[in-house]
């Protein structure tokens, strides 16, 4: 039994904005109109004729205690006389406000005038980041065939942007490349510094030169990098332009961050396959890995630590091919930790993070990142969602999320109230003693994270193949009646500090989060597309696998500890643990998906 005991005071309603639209069938118009919210009121002169209207925003909001009213007068103008007056419940409001355009609007309509009362959203705040620099960044350098485009393809998952035919010098490196199936990122080319023309390496310069200058952050550039091919039977390495950079990047780049991306590893290793088969010593992947390294620092990285001199520069071997899927990870990583090194504003990091497509571990960590920022602190009393609707604050919690993992989702799946349903049902939640843990379960308590892949990925098959079974129609997200009734029900409850509420917004937080990791797997098997089928498996192969287990876990939780003085927030600490726990790691990924390849029959689209 909880002994925290929550504040009773109910928080205010916040309102944001007042419309006021006169219809068009009046014969009359209106000259001021007076709003008073308590003892506060405010008064408006605005004339507004038959079939217009006025829009009056408020900053900081009004504040409406649930014991009063606010009140809305529109005056007349004295030739037609008369006041129509609005005395609104806060209550009324918030249980008759709807969701339009992303706001929640609540309408009501006397003698032919129309008020509109918009109430305050929760800023979401990836929304925020976005608003300041919508798009990563990124200047890649490279000669013609060194694998430009297809790189780009592959890390950002488009199909859209090829950069390797482009034409040359100062007017290419300025365009910019975007891609319609995912405009988080902009790239710039740069077709590389060729042996005896230093036209190239001056524009470079001057375009890297013009956008550090630049002031806001969405137009500068937050990282390059430098596309290198590993040379083949030691050929040469370096040309003299890629040299004079390199020995001059402090000067030309300043604290823009740099990683030479090593590119065609796949070659190298191909190459030392064919070698050792030759000598009747075949290689494994194991085995492989001690003459890999050999080449590369041989013919690469002693090369370029002679040419760079003692300050190392971040460097990488990638391979678009498969097998090769664990490097494409890594050249993310490291991008984003030289952001994190060389860039305060955190801005950078968090589109970066969000414009890649290939490494699950960097969008799970910034979500975590996203959320303990604001809304995932203090969930035992937050100040932020006091004032709202339970709905409001999954809303933006749901938002953050999703956007954090930037699917291509052309119709907006992932948004729909069916998803948040579908999360919502929740009969396991509840303050219980919880006895032979593993025989209420359907599904046995997992011990290890090799043991947790192989069922998903038994369960993901076993869901597929039904799915295959019935001609591969989409599996439609199946709402519980329940879920659907609770979601009504959030519309209008305002948020509570209670051990309920908070079981509820974690739950909520790590089955987003768990599902969101599953449909990234499957939706790399189907380029990237995600839909109805793929988040209905994904939810249906979470239900069969984990949300028990995460459910259980919660459930035992004791909530009342977070709120206990000169403690940690262990509310928090307990969402980070169970989203790691249950987390796919970027060196299981491109296992699991040959496995689910291999194994499960192809539906609509892919898989």
Not at 406 to 411: A, R, S, T, V
Request: glycine content about 6%.
């Amino acid at each position: 039994m909880s002994h925290y005991t929550s504040d009773t005071t109910s928080p205010p309603l916040l309102v944001s904005t007042l419309g006021v639209h006169l219809k068009p069938q009046s014969q009359k118009e209106i000259d001021t109109i007076t709003v008073k919210a308590g003892e506060v009121a405010r008064q408006f002169c605005q004339a507004i004729s038959p079939g217009g209207g006025y829009q009056q925003s408020f900053n900081p909001p009004l504040e409406v205690l649930f014991d009063t009213k606010l009140s809305v007068s529109v005056h007349y103008r004295k030739t037609f006389r008369g006041t129509v007056a609005f005395s609104l419940d806060p209550r009324d409001i918030l249980r008759g406000a709807l969701e339009e355009d992303g706001r929640q609007l609540y309408r009501k309509i006397e003698r032919k005038v129309e008020v509109v009362i918009g109430i305050q959203p929760l800023p979401s705040i990836v929304s925020e980041v976005v608003a300041s620099c919508s798009r990563f960044r990124l200047l890649i350098i490279g000669e013609s065939g060194v694998g430009k485009s297809s790189l780009i393809r592959k890390v950002f998952d488009v199909a859209g942007v090829d950069v390797s035919d482009t034409t040359r010098g100062q007017a290419s490196i300025d365009q910019e490349f975007i891609a319609s199936d995912n405009d988080r990122f902009v790239v710039h080319d740069s077709c590389g510094f060729e042996p005896a023309d230093q036209e190239n390496l001056n524009a470079a310069r001057k375009f890297i030169s013009n956008r550090r200058r630049m002031r806001d952050l969405k137009d500068q550039l937050h990282a390059i990098w430098l596309c290198l091919t590993i040379p083949y039977a030691g050929g040469r390495f370096l040309e003299a332009g890629v040299e004079e950079f390199l020995k001059n990047r402090k000067e030309i780049l300043g604290n823009i961050p740099l990683v030479v991306v090593l590119t065609k590893l796949d070659y190298l290793v191909n190459r030392l396959e064919a070698e050792a088969l030759e000598e009747g010593e075949p290689l494994d992947e194991t085995t492989l890995r001690a003459p890999t390294s050999e080449s590369l620092e041989k013919f690469c990285l002693a090369p370029l630590r002679a040419t760079a001199g003692s300050d190392s520069i971040p460097h990488v071997a990638v391979s678009i091919m498969e097998g090769h899927e664990e490097s494409l990870s890594t050249l993310v990583d490291v991008t984003t930790k030289n952001i994190q090194k060389y860039i305060k504003d955190e801005a950078a990091h968090y589109m970066a993070a969000i414009a890649q497509r290939v490494n699950i571990s960097l969008k799970v960590e910034l979500t975590i990142a996203v959320g303990e920022k604001r809304y995932w602190k203090a969930l035992m009393a937050s100040s932020d969602f006091r004032g709202h609707t339970m709905k409001a604050c999954l809303h933006v919690i749901h938002k953050d999320i999703i956007t954090v993992w930037n699917f291509k989702d052309p119709d907006n799946t992932l948004d729909k109230d069916d998803f948040k349903a579908g999360l919502l049902h929740t009969p396991d939640l509840r303050v219980r003693e919880i006895q032979n843990l593993q025989q209420t379960l359907l599904i046995p308590v997992l011990s290890n994270a090799r043991q947790s892949s192989i069922t998903l990925i038994a369960a993901l098959v076993t869901i597929i193949a039904s799915v295959a079974g019935t001609a591969g129609t989409a599996l439609p997200i199946v709402v519980p009646v329940a879920g659907i009734a609770v979601l009504g029900k959030l519309a209008h409850d305002l948020y509570k500090a209670s051990q309920d509420v908070v079981r509820q917004l974690m739950a909520y937080i790590v089955d987003l989060t768990c599902v969101m990791q599953i449909v990234f797997l499957l939706a790399s098997t189907r380029n990237g597309v995600v839909d109805v089928q793929v988040v209905g498996i994904a939810m249906e192969a979470y239900e069969r696998v984990h949300r028990r287990d995460v459910h259980a876990d919660i459930s035992d939780f004791s909530v009342h500890l977070a709120v206990t003085p000169g403690k940690r927030d262990l509310v928090l600490d307990k969402i980070k643990e169970l989203i790691r726990g249950y987390s796919i790691g970027d060196d299981q990924l491109p296992v699991l998906r040959r496995q689910l390849q291999n194994s499960a029959p192809r539906v609509q689209g892919g898989v």
